[in-house]
């Protein structure tokens, strides 16, 4: 996970708001709904607000997260049009291990109306989390824990694959440039703050996980 710092909302999002019975799929809301995923991909800088996979700003690209969920007994439907509410967040679906079974589901399709009070724009809920190199997302909160592990999924078997995979890909690239073994304590800051702000670009998919990886590769070259 990453902190997801909310901006304003897109124009049309705001002018659509004014109109009478303004509601989230009423009429009219079709015309928004463009602008609002591309303001959500752009705002969490093309990845997704939970597991921090790649997201595009199309219906097949991604899914927009109500944190506060729409229905059910937590629901909050004068949430729906609230941008603090909305998350940009990835489809949520993982093929099983093996390839057997069903599709698995993590993030938004994991938690539909369910309620979890972890939430990516608290930055204090962000700095409780942690990693492990295998690629268990860990929160030094236990009910965020649970939330993590039970309800948003984001440490199921194909996902913990990814953020590996994701890790040997970064791995090889710095052989590739540079002796990692003699790798500058400066090249690791650069590389650090450029996965974790690239200045306007999208981000390398679980770049959360990358950079709890090179903060300690950092640690150990100074």
């Not at 997704?48 to 969920?69: I, L, N, S």
């Not at 909305?86 to 099983?96: I, K, N, Q, S, T």
């Not at 965020?144 to 039970?150: F, K, L, R, Y």
């Amino acid at each position: 996970m990453i902190p997801v710092r909310k901006g304003p909302p897109p124009p049309a999002l705001t002018t659509y708001r004014l109109t009478r019975d303004a509601r989230y799929d009423g009429a009219g809301f079709n015309s928004v709904k463009p602008s609002r995923r591309e303001a959500l991909v752009a705002e969490q800088r093309g990845v997704c607000c939970y597991c921090t996979d790649r997201t595009e700003a199309t219906e097949a690209g991604m899914k927009v997260e109500h944190h506060t969920p729409q229905h059910g007994p937590h629901g909050g439907r004068d949430r729906d049009l609230d941008w603090s509410n909305l998350l940009g967040a990835c489809r949520g679906e993982a093929p099983p291990p093996r390839g057997r079974g069903a599709k698995m589901l993590h993030c938004d399709s994991a938690k539909g109306e369910d309620s979890v009070s972890i939430n990516p724009t608290n930055p204090s809920h962000m700095a409780a989390i942690e990693y492990e190199r295998g690629g268990r997302v860990t929160s030094s909160r236990p009910e965020h824990q649970a939330e993590i592990d039970h309800t948003l999924r984001l440490n199921i078997e194909p996902l913990l694959d990814r953020r590996k995979d994701a890790l040997v890909d970064l791995e090889k690239e710095l052989r590739q440039r540079y002796d990692v073994r003699a790798f500058p304590a400066a090249k690791f800051e650069k590389l650090l703050a450029q996965t974790r702000d690239p200045a306007g670009q999208t981000m390398r998919p679980f770049a959360g996980f990358l950079c709890w990886w090179l903060e300690r590769a950092l640690r150990k070259a100074v």
